[in-house]
């Protein structure tokens, strides 16, 4: 079974700093898929991604195949960026998620 | 194109009724998935369907089903309600294979067992 493992688990930050949120998992995996769920509920799948780097927008994504690592940064975060960022090994197995906090 | 769509969008059941969700995925999409989200345990898989055949089952019991038509849309059952299986449960499509295809979420059922 894979553990997945987020951290950190809160974070507040100012607008514009830069953000890393950390995902490990245990066991080999065919992709990685990170996640971003505002309040009231709504998911949208942002990076889905099984070797190297994507980018879109201020939002980048990073995965270490060998060290079983991905890393999700932002980069001049803004209050609308405030969400839980979550990672899934495959889709089957997730994180606990991250609960992030930009203030203006 | 139209999202995914979960109905109904909220129910109040309680202790041992059943209990049957629905989704229709997007157009052209062929493969399901079903979540379980509570503040407990966060996200869990639930299972994953695709051309109307059973390809992924997460660790939950069997009062808990699924199934997919011809048209790709799901439902899941749940009988034997228990106070335990409140939760969000949400749906997802994708084009091909959920693990390695971008999954569109739609709102969610919020499901509440009294």
């Known amino acids: 079974k894979n553990e997945v493992e987020q951290s950190p688990q809160n974070l507040t930050a100012q607008e514009e700093e830069f953000i890393t949120i950390n995902c490990s998992y245990s066991?080999?995996?065919?992709?990685l898929h990170w996640l971003q769920q505002h309040p009231g509920g709504g998911i949208v799948s942002l990076f889905m991604l099984s070797s190297g780097k994507k980018k879109h927008g201020r939002l980048i994504a990073t995965i270490n195949i060998q060290e079983k690592h991905s890393s999700l940064h932002i980069t001049a975060s803004h209050p609308r960026d405030s969400a839980v960022y979550i990672c899934a090994a495959d889709g089957l197995t997730f994180g606990k998620g991250t609960h992030l906090i930009i203030q203006p | 194109k139209a999202g995914v769509t979960q109905t109904p969008r909220y129910l109040i059941k309680t202790r041992g009724q059943q209990v049957t969700l629905s989704c229709s995925p997007i157009?052209?999409?062929?493969?399901v998935s079903w979540y379980q989200q509570t503040p407990g345990q966060g996200l869990q898989f639930l299972f994953e369907y695709f051309s109307e055949t059973q390809r992924n089952k997460g660790n939950f019991p069997g009062r808990f089903s699924g199934r997919q038509f011809s048209n790709s849309r799901s439902e899941m059952n749940v009988s034997t309600l228990e106070l335990g299986d409140s939760a969000l449960y949400l749906c997802?499509?994708?084009?091909?294979?959920?693990?390695?295809?971008?999954?569109?979420f739609g709102p969610g059922t919020r499901l509440t067992v009294l």
């Open positions: 157009s052209g999409h062929r493969s």
């Open positions: 066991v080999g995996i065919s992709a």
């Open positions: 997802a499509s994708s084009l091909h294979e959920s693990s390695t295809d971008t999954q569109y």
